[in-house]
T-cell receptor
Framework: NAGVMQNPRHLVRRRGQEARLRCSPM?????VYWYRQLPEEGLKFMVY????????ESGMPKERFSAEFPKEGPSILRIQQVVRGDSAAYFC???????????FGQGTRLTVV | GQNIDQPTEMTATEGAIVQINCTYQ??????LFWYQQHAGEAPTFLSY????GLEEKGRFSSFLSRSKGYSYLLLKELQMKDSASYLC????????????FGKGTKLSVKP
């Protein structure tokens, strides 16, 4: 049973470009969480999704950031018009149900140059 | 507001015991988690406490006191591979399942 798969592991974007981060949850998991980790900072919750639904996006910046978890395929975190401050590690976690233990992926390290 | 505090760094000796403390202030409480994170890698689950008391799992134990808003992670018989960051996280009662993380404690194990 493969773990949570995130790709790419490393992503470099120039300011103003778009970044797309992908997360495939563990088999049988229908709940996905996205977190952002800045250097020397803790993990910060961004968004919680179930298939085709955004359940909680209280941690998402109001502009430029969006997330989806379609019926088929991975969850996508999309950052438009990236700025240097978006440089961080973005982690995805999945769980089989609400409130159960979450398993994390290896993360995508975004660098904006 | 939500606040989770843990020491920034700790150092311990191989074979020793170390205790990493975590205090929290949240609007509600629905469980406390400890994760281990090696540099550049994913956080991995260590323990979960929702009731007061000690949970033991091999070399690792975790304690919770809800009345004091306090938890600790106890690591016994330290090994060099235990050098990592240890993350304390709380699930707020009102949350949809997402976790509120502390900044993590970076543990260095010396020979």
């Amino acid at each position: 049973n493969a773990g949570v798969m995130q790709n790419p592991r490393h992503l470099v974007r120039r300011r103003g470009q778009e970044a797309r981060l992908r997360c495939s949850p563990m088999k049988g998991h229908s709940h996905v969480y996205w977190y952002r980790q800045l250097p020397e900072e803790g993990l910060k919750f961004m968004v919680y999704l179930q298939k085709e639904n955004i359940i909680d996006e209280s941690g998402m910046p109001k502009e430029r950031f969006s997330a989806e978890f379609p019926k088929e395929g991975p969850s996508i975190l999309r950052i438009q018009q990236v700025v240097r401050g978006d440089s961080a590690a973005y982690f995805c976690a999945s769980s089989p149900g609400r409130g159960t233990e979450a398993f994390f992926g290896q993360g995508t390290r975004l660098t904006v140059v | 507001g939500q606040n989770i505090d843990q020491p920034t760094e700790m150092t311990a000796t191989e074979g020793a015991i170390v205790q990493i403390n975590c205090t929290y202030q949240t609007s509600g409480f629905n469980g406390l988690f400890w994760y281990q994170q090696h540099a550049g890698e994913a956080p991995t689950f260590l323990s979960y406490n929702v009731l007061d008391g000690l949970e033991e799992k091999g070399r690792f134990s975790s304690f919770l006191s809800r009345s004091k808003g306090y938890s600790y992670l106890l690591l016994k018989e330290l090994q060099m591979k235990d050098s990592a960051s240890y993350l304390c996280a709380v699930r707020d009662r009102g949350s949809q399942g997402n976790l509120i993380f502390g900044k993590g404690t970076k543990l260095s194990v010396k020979p």
